[in-house]
T-cell receptor
């Protein structure tokens, strides 16, 4: 079955700097890659997603890139702000609709 | 529009006891999913309902776990008897009719602690 690896597990960046989280997947049939943000006491919330027919997608300060050949995708957050501090999960969705998550990255934005 | 709700938010039980978790999906969502995150590990899929039918229950750990969705509305996940390794956060998610295309909306989770 699908396996999603996520790095790093913890990331600290200075406020205003950029943060990058990287993930790899194993199943070449996976065609949808969502990113979730989980804040304390809340469930994962979709922040951006990308489909396999697209190489890059951007939404304000957040962008995601996908390299299908290498089977890896990345989340980029620019001009980080304190409210960006959270746990971020990458994921892939298989054809049967289940979501396979990475282990998560705890992002700390330092003042 | 109300989001996905889960009850209770936190449950502490002793090994061998029974616990029932409840999930209320977004109104009108046919697809309902259960996931679990054991401490330090990834969020793992447990099962998927389409209305009242189990579409995929390949992630259920063993027969101590029983999920139901009578009437195709809310769902319950019962653990009986609970073991220490069942501790974790149980998430429920729902999506609209176009499964495989629609976004899955997650509830806040139920933190289960088995002592």
């Amino acid at each position: 079955g699908e396996n999603v690896e996520q790095h790093p597990s913890t990331l600290s960046v200075q406020e205003g700097d950029s943060a990058v989280i990287k993930c790899t997947y194993s199943d070449s049939a996976s065609n949808y890659f969502p990113w979730y943000k989980q804040e304390l006491g809340k469930g994962p919330q979709l922040i951006i997603d990308i489909r396999s027919n697209v190489g890059e997608k951007k939404d304000q300060r957040i962008a995601v890139t996908l390299n299908k050949t290498a089977k890896h995708f990345s989340l980029h957050i620019t001009e980080t702000q304190p409210e960006d501090s959270a746990v971020y999960f990458c994921a892939s969705r298989e054809r049967d609709d289940k979501i396979i998550f990475g282990k998560g990255t705890r992002l700390h934005i330092l003042p | 529009e109300a989001g996905v709700t889960q009850f209770p938010s936190h449950s502490v039980i002793e090994k061998g006891q029974t616990v029932t978790l409840r999930c209320d999906p977004i109104s009108g969502h046919d697809n309902l999913y259960w996931y679990r995150r054991v401490m330090g590990k990834e969020i793992k899929f447990l099962l998927h309902f389409v209305k009242e039918s189990k579409q995929d229950e390949s992630g259920m750990p063993n027969n101590r776990f029983l999920a139901e969705r009578t009437g195709g509305t809310y769902s319950t996940l019962k653990v009986q008897p609970a073991e220490l390794e069942d501790s974790g956060v149980y998430f429920c998610a729902s999506s609209g009719r176009l499964a495989g295309i629609g976004e899955q909306y997650f509830g806040p989770g139920t933190r289960l602690t088995v002592t």
